[in-house]
């Protein structure tokens, strides 16, 4: 393929870079057409198939957002044992039943509002 072409597959747009994330996507829906009788993982894998639809049309590398999920899956898991060490287990379980993924890799804080002002 010629650097800069731009090539559709299943009527998305591709270029080099998305065609691992293109096989990437083929596996999903493989393992997502198999599993008819496990809904809750048919509706992840159906969801997680729609983000690597939505990044390669965008042109976003998957795979870089992975890598930046993982690091801040690693590093609330290490902030969590700290707390924990630390004596903070109160605080470690609250923040651990607060922090929620928002989808699409981001989180929110589902907890209270705190008021810090004074």
Do not use: F
Not at 78 to 91: F, S, V
Not at 97 to 112: A, Q, R
């Amino acid at each position: 393929m010629l650097s800069g072409a731009k090539t559709r597959i299943n009527g998305l747009p591709t270029n080099p870079l998305t065609k691992e994330m293109l096989e990437s996507l083929d596996e999903l829906r493989q393992e997502r057409d198999i599993c008819t009788n496990d809904s809750n993982k048919w509706e992840h894998l159906d969801k997680e198939i729609k983000e690597y639809e939505k990044a390669i049309e965008n042109g976003t590398d998957m795979n870089s957002i992975k890598d930046v999920q993982s690091i801040i899956i690693n590093s609330m898991g290490r902030a969590y044992k700290t707390l924990y060490d630390e004596g903070m287990k109160k605080l470690m379980k609250h923040l651990k039943n607060n922090i929620k993924s928002g989808g699409n890799y981001n989180y929110i804080y589902t907890g209270h509002s705190w008021d810090i002002s004074q």
